[in-house]
């Protein structure tokens, strides 16, 4: 069974299993935060996930996903519907 070894900012080192931990990429997927509660002091915790650590959690198949900190806004979606009605070439839209 693969085993994740990292630290607990109260016990130390430990080893969890993919299922124990859980990866928030941002957008472009390179680097984000790591989720885990300590098996010992059952502490939830969060780390940095730079792209060597990303790519390590990703191949023992830890579950991500993609977190967007600048969601589009229902205006913004409104703005550009109106824009693909009126606009006689919707693709340009997408160019600027």
Known sequence: MTTIKTT???C???HLTPDDV???LRPGGREGDYHF???TCTI???RPANSRVVSVLLAT???FEVINPDPITEREIEVFAA???SEPDPLRLLAG
Request: net charge positive; charged share 35%.
């Open 61 to 63: 198949g830890v579950h």
């Open 44 to 46: 939830r915790q969060r």
């Open 12 to 14: 130390g080192d430990i």
């Open 8 to 10: 607990c900012s109260r």
């Open 22 to 24: 859980s990866l928030e």
């Open 83 to 85: 824009a693909l009605e």
């Open 37 to 39: 509660r300590c098996p």
